[in-house]
């Protein structure tokens, strides 16, 4: 049996804010059958994660493309892949059947052609919703967890800041550290997103950066005894409003600096010498260096969502045709929590 497989391609390297127009989709013919001996599989996507790295494998140059493996440079014209949550369609592998739901790297488009070293894993749904394995127990979920649980090492009582904090990682970091008993203020970029922490989501306080003329006064008037962790997500001028409110031996988990991604001018230049008096620990990490937490991660993470102490806050929209504006989106601030694109039905 054949099918039509449409995916998403940069048309060209993007080394600004991305545009739709960067994006195209380009239709292909599927065969669903596979050659035996390759352990291959077709998979049918049903979600697909909409992550803001991606934009760095979209440039021309990038420092991102050497440490890991995942995040290396995209080619014009050829397929994407990134997260995402999609049905076994035929398999080869021994170890997947089909039917399966599986998680891990797919391509933004209809189908995904898997080899063995794509990484997947089988996905059991414990009842709960399947786009959940994109978002609060995917790779946003475990990046808040490891971030704030094993960079950040809190202690109860402690004040955490979190920028992008409406956002897919940041909402999730505000809530752990509230369950966790900390103080947690959050800045977002409008009145909607503030309100929806403080109201929704149960964070002290929240501020829109936007309103702000000045960020490091902004933060002292949020923080008068100073900031023991800082979540960053957006570097540039946050952080270095957020090293000067810093407490002695602070802690900043670096998470993502998306102010920078889309305008490397707007590169950040925190004090140093705040840093060593302070004697601050400012630590950039990424998900695979803190698997040995990952089942910690889980646990904990299912039990609070069977519980309803975790609010999840997704923004989906629906189609393969919908992957350019969904992930542009990112980079205006109009999604609120996960932004994933359904491309199928469950
Ligand atoms: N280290 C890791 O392993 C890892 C894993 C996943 C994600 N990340 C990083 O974590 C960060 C958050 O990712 P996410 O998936 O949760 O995305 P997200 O926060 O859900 O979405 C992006 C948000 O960033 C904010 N933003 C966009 N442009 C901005 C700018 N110029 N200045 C300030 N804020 C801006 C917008 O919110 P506002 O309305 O608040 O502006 C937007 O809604 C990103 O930097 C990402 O690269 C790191």
């Known amino acids: 049996m054949e ?112 080899k063995p070293e794509y990484q997947l894993t089988k996905v059991d749904t414990m009842g709960l919703p399947l786009s959940y394995h994109s978002g609060v127990l995917g790779v946003s979920g475990f990046t808040a967890y490891a971030g704030f649980f094993d960079v950040c090492k809190p202690k109860k009582g402690e004040k955490v800041f979190v920028s992008s904090a409406s956002g897919s990682v940041g909402n999730l970091v505000g809530q752990y550290a509230k369950l966790f008993g900390c103080y947690v203020v959050g800045c977002a970029g409008s009145k909607a997103k503030v309100d929806l922490l403080k109201e929704k989501l149960g964070f002290d306080e929240a501020f829109n950066y936007k309103e702000e003329t000045d960020l490091k006064s902004a933060l002292k008037r949020y923080f008068p005894d100073g900031i023991d962790m800082y979540f960053d997500n957006v570097g540039g001028k946050m952080l270095e409003a957020a090293i000067e409110n810093m407490n002695t031996f602070g802690r900043v988990a670096v998470c993502g600096v998306i102010s920078e991604y889309t305008n490397q001018d707007k590169r950040a230049g925190p004090s140093m010498v705040d840093v060593v008096y302070r004697r601050l620990t400012i630590r950039g990490f990424l998900i695979p260096d803190h698997m040995h937490i990952y089942n910690d991660f889980f646990s904990t993470t299912v039990n609070y969502l069977k519980n309803g102490k975790i609010q999840v806050l997704e923004d989906i929209s629906h189609g393969v045709e919908s992957i350019p504006s969904a992930f542009v989106s990112l980079f205006r601030g109009s999604n609120v929590g996960k932004k994933m694109v359904q491309i199928a039905d469950d």
């Open 3 to 114: 099918v039509t497989n449409r995916y998403t391609v940069i048309k060209h390297h993007i080394n600004g804010a991305p545009e739709e127009s960067d994006f195209e989709l380009k239709p292909e013919t599927l065969t669903l059958s596979i050659e035996p001996g390759k352990k291959e599989m077709i998979v049918k996507n049903l979600y697909i994660s909409m992550d803001p790295f991606q934009i760095n494998r979209m440039k021309d140059r990038s420092s991102s493309y050497e440490p890991i493996k995942y995040s290396g440079s995209l080619i014009p014209g050829e397929a994407i892949y990134g997260p995402g949550v999609g049905k076994v369609v035929v398999s080869d592998n021994p170890e997947f059947k089909k039917d399966d739901i599986v998680s891990g790297y797919l391509s933004w488009g209809e189908y995904t052609r898997t």
